[in-house]
């Protein structure tokens, strides 16, 4: 039963995991939305989605979501593999945003230290959610499919180098909209991938060996006689 549910082999286990999904990614919006009530300077992506918003007045998770369902439009341009778990990514990260900053709860630290203590346990927060929701084997994010399927491109230049123009790209872009920068975006640009190293060593998670079910795998899943009628 667990090898089901950890390989999605049924439709049962497919929802269990979408549920699952949702939920490390609405409290993944939580961390996110730390690190921009840090008021430090926003982490590059979030620079963007800002910008925009600021920009063309309206909420953020709405420049959100557009933004990165026009990232997952690109990914199916460079025919990286999608999955059910990224469409929820666009979907539900940015309005948990919202649904934070609606409650306001928070109080905006008033000195740049809290302000990094706040931004680092934000990062924490995301490096955690980033791992449950990764265990429900439905796909990676929009960003993350969008890195792999440049870095693809370019095989001569490192991934790293990659992510670097496309993390810089996105804080340009986002600055020139009237984003926030400042010590939090380098902050996010640099501590962010070994916070997330650390969080799954903690937890012994080894992120290259999870299977990513395709949407077209899933749906076998909840089709199998109609895909057994089209082979036929």
């Known amino acids: ?31 996110v939305y730390l690190t921009i009530r840090a008021g430090i300077g926003a982490g590059p992506w979030d620079v ?20 990165s369902l026009s990232i997952l439009l690109i990914d199916v341009f460079l025919k990286e593999p999608i999955g059910i778990a990224m469409i929820i990514d666009a979907l539900v990260v940015g309005k948990s945003v919202d649904f934070f ?11 740049p230290v809290p302000g990094i203590l706040m931004m680092l346990a934000g990062l924490v927060i995301m490096a955690y959610t980033q791992f449950t929701y990764m265990i429900a084997s439905l796909g990676c994010g929009p960003r993350d499919t969008l890195l792999v399927g440049l870095a693809k491109r370019v095989p001569k230049i490192p991934i790293g180098a990659v992510s670097i123009a496309l993390l810089s790209t996105a804080t340009l872009i986002g600055w020139l909209l009237g984003g926030p920068v400042g010590i ?20 012994r998670f080894d992120a290259k060996g999870v299977h990513h079910q395709r949407l077209s795998e899933s749906a076998k899943v909840f089709l199998p006689h109609s895909s057994k009628t089209a082979a036929g």
């Open 184 to 203: 939090g975006t380098l902050i996010c640009a640099f501590c962010t991938g070994p916070i997330m190293e650390l969080a799954f060593r903690s937890v």
């Open 101 to 111: 900053q609606w409650l306001n709860v928070i109080p905006a630290p008033s000195q």
């Open 1 to 31: 039963m667990l090898k089901n549910l950890r390989e999605n082999r049924t439709p049962g286990a497919i929802l269990l995991n979408m549920l699952i999904a949702a939920v490390s990614l609405f409290l993944n919006g939580f961390g």
């Open 48 to 67: 963007l989605n800002i910008g925009v918003s600021k920009t063309f007045g309206i909420l953020y998770g709405t420049a959100s979501i557009v933004i």
